[in-house]
């Protein structure tokens, strides 16, 4: 959507000399029993796979689960579809099991009411990126409140979150709730995708889903995700970019930053057009603060074919997000530009994917760098307060104030 791209993993855990597992690798005879008999629909892409690279519709099917329909969100059933584009229906090549579209050019798209008909439950298995406007947090969201409203049982299959344990970042104001910010959680949850579908479940939904996560096994919240098998979608082809996504993915909201969408640098570099005449010492500047806040920037230099102009800046390496304070990396280089000397302009998705317009305020100077943090730090507060007993997993996500 926009500039937002959206990243998907697969995973590879750097655990070491522990059995570690993901949801999809925990099965548990009993669910088998439980199912076996049900027509299940499954929402999943590229990301669904196990460890071994074995996707997640094979692997249901080999155990005798009755697929009968898979469903896919924006970028479609393998993450090739550019952000905004039209997913549409087919089937899956190996398989033939009918593919449907959870994703229009206009934006999302309910569950097809036939296809409800003819399912007994719902299966999700989609990897999440750790950003609130990642929109399979939205699909997420949208199948489980469908699966509560047609009385479908549904069961989710936990992954790790690949930006860590950090939780930063404003909620969403009411008035911007939109499929790039569904529901009222930080900027950066910290949490796992079976811990977000049990809280959605619990504080959104009147009537609630017959929701069943499979967890992990054995996995640490602090443990990062080490390893990107495969291009995540058009936009992301590199854990890197994952990891700059924490910030990149909102600055890419902000004109003139360019944060290299359509090149193979995609958020992992942060530039200006050379006509703007920013110096070398000035990135030198910005460079150091980022330091501070545990981003590491090197000098950086390309042609931009899109816009046919030199371009210079920064490229981001990310040695630990647990250490990553993105938020505060994102407001401090629109406050570097703007003390440059440089003009900037918020595109229209900015304040929905950033859930507030406080953000912008401060940034215009129409709204004190105080009051903006105390609201930021009351909502965090409140949130991990309320999503604490649907934390699975050690050590919690730790809110960053």
Known sequence: ??????????????????????????IEPALIKQYHKMRIGLVTNQTGKDN???????????????????FAPEHGIDGKIHAEKEVKDCKDSKTNVPVLSLYTSNGPKKMNEE??????????DIQDSGMRHYTYISTLFQVLKAAAQENKKMVVFDRPNPLGKIMEGPLVDPGLISFISIAAIPLRHGMTIGELAEYFNAAFFEQKAALHVVPMKNYDRTTLINVVSSPLSPNIASLASCHGYCFLGLLGEVAPFDVGVGT???????????GLGVTPAAWQILAAQLKT??????????FNERKKEDYHGLRLRFSNMNQVNGFMALLKTIAWAKKVGKQFDFRSGFDKAVGTKNVRLFLTGQLPYQDLIAEINLGLQQFFVQAQPFFKYLPHPEPLF
């Open 52 to 70: 071994a690279g074995n996707r997640t519709v094979d692997i249901l099917l080999k155990k005798g689960f009755n697929i009968t329909y898979l």
């Open 264 to 274: 193979s640098d995609a958020f992992q570099i942060i530039t200006l057009s050379q």
């Open 293 to 302: 806040l545990g981003v590491y920037a090197t000098p950086h230099s390309f």
């Open 1 to 26: 959507m926009r500039k937002i791209a959206y990243c998907m993993v697969s995973i590879a855990s750097i655990l070491t000399g522990m059995d570690f597992k993901l949801g999809i690798e925990n």
């Open 115 to 124: 296809a409800l008909k003819n399912i007994d439950a719902i299966f999700f």
